[in-house]
C-alpha cells in the first residue's frame, strides 16, 4: 500500500497543506464550521471558499483555536527559541532528535502534580470506558502513589487541547492523532497493546452492509463513504489515500464523503443501510461484536489494508523525569489476567513499549503523502 502511497504523493496539490492545528478547533465545544476546513482541503476548493466567508475563518487558518493556547505556552516557546524541533512546535525542543518534545531543561518548568488526569482515545462510549480502565487507575495510583483520574474526552481535539494547556498529563491518543499529539501539544508515546511475542496493531477496512451489491472499492462510484473524523489515520487519511492512489476515486468526485464522529457510529451506520459504505478500524469493530452492540452478520467487508498501529499511550512531555519512570513502570507491570482491560482488549495482554520514530513512520508517510503539515499556527 505505501507504494501506492507514494505514487500519489506527486498529485497531491501544494494547496492541500492541511496542518495539524486544521484538523479540530482544539476545545471541548464543537465548532462544525472549523471542522470544515480540513473537509475542504482535502475534497477541493469549495468548502474552503465557503469558510473564508466566515467571520472565524482567519482565526481558523492562523491556528484553527490553537492561537488561544499558544498564550499559554508562549513563555515556555520563548524559552525554547534556539532549539532543534524538527517538526514539533516551538514551545518544544528535540535535542535527541527522537522526533518527539524532550522535557524541559529548567527544573522550574517540571510539573509533578497531586493528581493524575488519565484519558483514552474517544473512539467509542466513555461510560463503558471509564469501568474498563477503573483497574488500571486503581493500579496507576498504586505505583505512582498519586491520585489518578479518568477523564472522558468527547473528541480528539478536545484530549489533545487538554494536553497541550497541561490539564491532562497521561493519555491513549489514536492513530492518526499522535502525530498531531505529537508536534502540537508534546505527547510523548511509549507503549501500545500487545501480545507477549510483541505483536500489535489493527487494519483499516472498507465495509459495506451484508445484502449490499457493492463488492469491490470500484463499485463505490456514485456511492455514499462514511468518514470518522479528519483526524483520524483508518477512519479518514489512509482510505482517501488509498481510494485515490489504488482505485481512482475521489471524495465528491466519485462518492459522496460524510462523516460520522465517531468509528462505532460509521459501523452501526453500516449495519443499519445509512450509509452504502464506511472506513473503520476493525478493532474497533470486532470489539462491537464481542460486546453484541451490532449484528457481524449485516456486515461484510470489501477492502482491508495492511497493519497499523493502534492505540498509543504517552505522557506529557513537562511531567517531571521521575514520575515518568514511575507511570511506565504502571504499564508495563500492569496484571492483564482477570482485569477488565483483558476482557475488553480480547486479543491483547500486556502494554509493550514502542517509540514514535520507529513505530509511528508509516502514518507518517500517509500524512505525508496526503499533504499533512504538522504545524500549529
Known amino acids: 500500500m505505501l507504494h501506492s502511497i507514494k505514487r500519489l504523493v506527486s498529485r497531491i496539490r501544494s494547496s492541500h497543506d492541511c496542518s495539524a492545528g486544521t484538523f479540530a478547533n482544539f476545545g471541548f465545544k464543537r465548532d462544525t464550521r472549523i471542522m470544515k476546513l480540513p473537509v475542504s482541503l482535502w475534497f477541493g476548493s469549495s468548502?474552503?471558499?465557503q469558510l473564508r466567508?466566515?467571520?472565524n475563518f482567519r482565526t481558523a487558518t492562523l491556528a484553527c483555536s490553537i492561537a488561544a493556547l499558544t498564550v499559554i505556552g508562549a513563555g515556555s516557546a520563548l524559552a525554547q527559541a534556539d532549539c532543534p524541533r524538527g517538526d514539533l512546535d516551538k514551545a518544544y525542543c528535540d535535542r535527541n532528535g527522537d522526533l518527539v518534545a524532550d522535557a524541559p531543561a529548567d527544573p522550574k518548568q517540571l510539573v509533578n502534580p497531586s493528581t493524575l488526569i488519565f484519558a483514552y482515545t474517544p473512539v467509542e462510549d466513555p461510560a463503558v470506558y471509564t469501568r474498563v480502565w477503573d483497574g488500571f487507575i486503581k493500579h496507576m495510583e498504586k505505583v505512582t502513589g498519586k491520585k489518578v483520574v479518568f477523564f472522558p474526552v468527547q473528541s480528539n481535539s478536545a484530549q489533545i487541547e487538554a494536553m497541550r494547556s497541561g490539564r491532562l498529563h497521561i493519555a491513549g491518543v489514536n492513530t492518526g492523532a499522535n502525530p498531531i499529539a505529537v508536534n502540537c501539544a508534546g505527547f510523548v508515546p511509549f507503549a501500545i497493546m500487545g501480545t507477549k511475542e510483541g505483536t500489535f496493531g489493527y487494519e483499516m477496512e472498507i465495509i459495506v452492509p451484508a445484502d449490499s451489491p457493492i463488492k469491490t472499492p470500484a463499485d463505490l462510484k456514485g456511492k455514499k463513504l462514511a468518514f470518522t473524523a479528519p483526524t483520524s489515520n483508518s477512519g479518514f487519511?489512509?482510505?482517501?489515500?488509498?481510494?485515490?492512489?489504488?482505485?481512482?476515486?475521489?471524495?465528491?468526485?466519485?462518492?459522496?464523503?460524510?462523516?460520522?464522529?465517531?468509528h462505532d457510529n460509521s459501523v452501526l451506520g453500516v449495519a443499519n443501510k445509512d450509509y452504502d459504505a464506511a472506513a473503520v478500524a476493525n478493532?474497533?469493530?470486532?470489539?462491537?461484536?464481542?460486546?453484541k452492540v451490532v449484528d457481524k452478520a449485516k456486515i461484510r467487508t470489501i477492502y482491508k489494508s495492511e497493519t497499523f498501529p493502534t492505540t498509543g499511550y504517552g505522557h506529557a512531555h513537562n511531567l517531571d523525569p521521575a514520575l515518568v519512570a514511575k507511570i511506565k513502570e504502571a504499564f508495563f507491570s500492569?496484571?492483564?489476567e482477570g482485569s477488565a482491560l483483558k476482557a475488553e482488549f480480547?486479543?491483547?495482554?500486556?502494554?509493550?513499549?514502542?517509540?514514535y520514530q520507529k513505530d509511528w513512520s508509516v502514518i507518517r508517510k500517509i500524512d505525508a503523502a496526503t499533504g499533512v503539515k504538522y504545524s500549529c499556527k
Open 283 to 291: 478493532e474497533v469493530m470486532f470489539r462491537m461484536f464481542e460486546r
Open 53 to 55: 466567508t466566515l467571520a
Open 334 to 336: 500492569f496484571p492483564w
Open 346 to 355: 480480547k486479543t491483547e495482554d500486556r502494554f509493550v513499549p514502542i517509540t
Open 47 to 49: 468548502l474552503r471558499d
Open 237 to 262: 487519511k489512509a482510505p482517501s489515500a488509498i481510494l485515490e492512489s489504488e482505485f481512482n476515486l475521489k471524495a465528491e468526485r466519485d462518492f459522496t464523503p460524510v462523516f460520522s464522529g465517531k
